[in-house]
Structure formats: C-alpha cells, structure tokens
C-alpha cells in the first residue's frame, strides 16, 4: 500500500499560478496511476487531472490547457503545475493512487493524501 503526502498550496492571486506536489511512499510507486482531485465547499468532488503508469494524462474541461500533471518515478513525485488561477480553482486538492485507472476516473482510488488548501483570492 501507498502513502501519498501532498505540499504547495497556499493563496495566489487570479491568474497566478501554483505548484502542488504528491509524493509516496511505502511501495513501488511507478505502478500505481495517480490522480488530483479537488472539493471546494458547497460542490461535488472533482476528480481533475490523472496520470496513468505508463504516463498517459488526461484533465476535466474544466482545467484543460491550464493545468499539466507529470510524475517522476525516480523521486516518488507526481506533480499538478497550475496556471492561469481563477475564483473556481479555490478547493482542497487531495492526490489520490491506485492500481486500477478505472477507480481514479471514477474519483474512488483506494488512497487518498490529507489535501492541501489551494485559494485564489485578489
């Protein structure tokens, strides 16, 4: 099993950009497909972006052409760069792991990270 910890998030203004980091450990990570989900209050958790073993990504239309995912198997890192933040980016992004691609499409991996506090605010 996996452990996931995620880092880099913080207050950044409209149109900023931020760099969120999950990085596991506990078993051989470049077999486990990885992906970024966000809940905001109020709103349904959003699965986002997802990076497969073999490092296929795939992004919700609601952050394409403005997020990239990519992972580096060396360092046990999958990261989420983030640019062009608007007032709907504002949520918790949880990075989330399993063995099946098809439990990350459906936002049910079986681990989860804490979540780190992303806010867009001016």
């Known amino acids: 099993q996996v452990q996931l910890v995620e880092s880099g998030g913080g207050l950044v203004q409209p149109g900023g950009s931020l760099r969120l980091s999950c990085v596991a450990s506990?078993?051989?990570?470049?077999?486990?497909?990885v992906g970024w989900s966000r809940q905001a209050p109020g709103k349904q958790r959003e699965v986002v972006a997802r990076?497969?073993?073999?490092?296929?990504?795939n992004y919700a239309d609601s952050v394409k052409g403005r997020f990239t995912i990519s992972r580096d198997n060396a360092k046990n890192t999958v990261y989420l760069n983030m640019k062009n933040l608007n007032y709907e980016d504002t949520a918790v992004y949880y990075c989330?792991?399993?063995?099946?691609?098809?439990?990350?499409?459906?936002?049910?991996?079986?681990?989860w990270g804490q979540g780190t506090q992303v806010t867009v605010s001016s």
């Open positions: 989330n792991a399993d063995l099946s691609v098809s439990k990350i499409v459906r936002g049910t991996p079986g681990t």
């Open positions: 990076i497969t073993s073999a490092g296929s990504t």
């Open positions: 506990g078993s051989v990570f470049s077999i486990y497909n």
